[in-house]
């Protein structure tokens, strides 16, 4: 076997090797999406059918009529953007600031800040339900926004990425006068947008799949993925009151908000990515 062959059979190999990630992965999507379409009776069966025999939409209009899947739609969809946003703009600044900016204990303070990734959420959520408690802000927005703005892990993203920034662009900036914040909303944000949009679409996604802390923090103002495991998937009865097809209608509902913003922005994703790499 020739070094052309070699090539084309670790080609065909690896493409194979990819496929077949890409069905295990995508397979219980699938399988959500093929429940929800079909009847109680159909889903209980023992035989597997990927395919429904009576293709139903009763799952979602039972759903919609049984449960508050609207408001618990309303506060995931107000606590992802309103945390996206709030992250963006103070994990930029701080980000520019560790990057950019000289001043006494700079790096001890960015080692702090960093170090902070390695407290798990667990042990937060006792001092913060405690704090919330005491100010009378439990079950509120307030509650469900205010602990996922502080995100580490967005600030030490845009600070690679804004050290990759030729420093000539600020110096020309400061010749012509402009000062630190018009800088940074002038020339840096606008350059950074790859990055940017790579941490919008991680601090979204974590908001809008977060669970522990929304599922201690509120009682009335449940998000979607608390309300469909608590309220539609029978989480703390018994298996027997279970319906399986209305779970999966719920779930996928929880699903396509999040999917539709990473396919939507995935090309910007990648390249923050591999752009915030570059340099240390």
Request: net charge positive; glycine share 6%; with cysteine.
């Amino acid at each position: 076997m020739n070094t052309r062959q070699a090539n084309r059979m670790m080609k065909i190999v690896m493409l194979a090797l990819l496929a077949g990630i890409i069905v295990v992965e995508i397979a219980p999507t699938v399988w959500m999406l093929s429940t929800s379409l079909k009847p109680e009776g159909e889903i209980v069966s023992s035989r597997i059918q990927w395919i429904p025999t009576t293709f139903t939409l009763e799952n979602y209009k039972m759903m919609f009529q049984r449960y508050t899947v609207a408001s618990w739609f309303f506060n995931s969809i107000f606590a992802a953007l309103a945390s996206t946003v709030i992250v963006l703009l103070i994990d930029a600044m701080a980000a520019y600031a560790f990057a950019r900016m000289k001043f006494f204990g700079r790096d001890m303070f960015f080692f702090l800040a960093v170090s902070m990734l390695l407290v798990p959420l667990q042990v937060t959520v006792v001092p913060l339900f405690l704090m919330f408690q005491k100010v009378g802000q439990l079950d509120s927005f307030l509650a469900l926004v205010l602990p996922t703005c502080g995100n580490v892990f967005g600030i030490f993203l845009l600070r690679q990425f804004f050290m990759t920034i030729p420093r000539e662009l600020e110096e020309a900036a400061f010749m012509d006068g402009c000062g630190h914040f018009r800088i940074f909303f002038k020339i840096v944000l606008p350059i950074s947008k790859p990055a940017l949009t790579t941490l919008a679409i991680f601090t979204f996604m974590s908001s809008w799949n977060s669970f522990l802390w929304p599922l201690i923090a509120t009682d009335k103002m449940r998000t979607l993925p608390v309300g469909i495991a608590m309220s539609i998937s029978g989480l703390g009865g018994t298996t027997a009151s279970i319906q399986y097809g209305i779970a999966m209608a719920g779930s996928l509902v929880s699903v396509l908000p999040a999917l539709i913003v990473f396919l939507s922005l995935q090309r910007f994703f990648v390249r923050g990515i591999t752009m915030s790499g570059i340099k240390g």
